[in-house]
């Protein structure tokens, strides 16, 4: 297998920070249970409680309003199953840890650009006649289209409906505040933001009231059970703290709108996914047509160059998005898209090796998908 020299699949995971490693790599020294009341304890509950309030700091949330999890997908979990609502209303391009946690939740439609439009979230709580629960995600993890939240959170209250929000993918890409927010839950990841894997957060504002799924020792005040992962947390905390700055930010977006312009200048046939809409600094869904997304995938892996289509939580397969095809995108566009996700590390050098390996696929050599 080729070495990576250009990693862009930073929403699958970002590299690790140094901050996170070093905060890591401390608190693996620390031997105490941070549930123990001797001092071997206390010290790796100031760990945990100092990360608590680094997390807290990305999104504008107060510390106590932060429960730590595995990761994302057990925050997702977490918030749908805890609130316990009879009704869910989802987004159909959530992602699969919200999905397939809630089957037989309502699905709000979203327009070509992958965007809800608030007025049909309107009307169907209209219509829903018991307590529910909206979950609709700040950013796309595929496309990188950001949701009109603020809107939807004041439609959901106004119906008396929780709102949760799932923010893995805009933190640290985009300034957040909870509490401006008005939601009732957040979802937040470490390896998204640059983090150790196996660590995450559902912010949760009070009142609500949220039962437990992993139950037995009554961490977390009582909202997620077992010893809480200190070395992760604590790499979770500087991580967050370190993406708060959002100071790649604007040197991102400029690599960004290169790869798009340089892209499409080349293969003009080539089509980006979501580019009407408003979309995070750092994400490209682009198809070429009749190359498939596995094809650009492995043949770009082969010159040392990663990126994924899809989410990289249904690895092992490169099947048509579920996103593109509520945006009502077309099986054989759809089959053709990859992912280009943007990250701190990303170099001019990186935008060029990129544009030069995928628009030599589209050369009339390769056999069609």
Known sequence: MANILTYLDYNATAPLREEARAAAV????????????????????????????????????VPSQVVFTSGGTEANNLALRGSDRRAILVSAVEHDSVLQEAPEAIRIPVDSEGIVDPGVLDSLLGETKTPALVSVMLANNETGVIQPVEEICRIAHHHGALFHCDAVQGAGKLAIDFAGLGA????????KIGGLKGAGALIVADPIDLAALNVGGGQERGRRGGTENVAGIAGFGAAAQAAGRLDEIERIAGHCERLEREALARIPSARI?????????NTVNIGIPGRSAETQIMSLDLTGIAVSAGAACSSGKV?????????????DWAACAIRVSLGRETSNADIARFLDAWAALASPRMSAA
């Not at 105490?32 to 504008?60: C, I, T």
């Not at 009732?184 to 390896?191: E, F, P, R, V, Y």
């Open 184 to 191: 009732d839950m957040m979802t937040l990841s470490a390896h």
């Open 273 to 281: 996914f979501g580019a009407g809409a408003p979309r995070l600094a």
């Open 319 to 331: 099947a048509p998005s579920h996103v593109l095809r509520a945006m009502g995108v077309g099986e």
């Open 26 to 61: 401390s608190a693996l020294g620390i031997t105490g249970n941070p549930s123990s009341v001797h001092r071997f304890g206390r010290a790796a509950r100031r760990l945990v409680e100092y990360a608590r309030e680094q997390v807290a700091g990305l999104v504008g949330a």
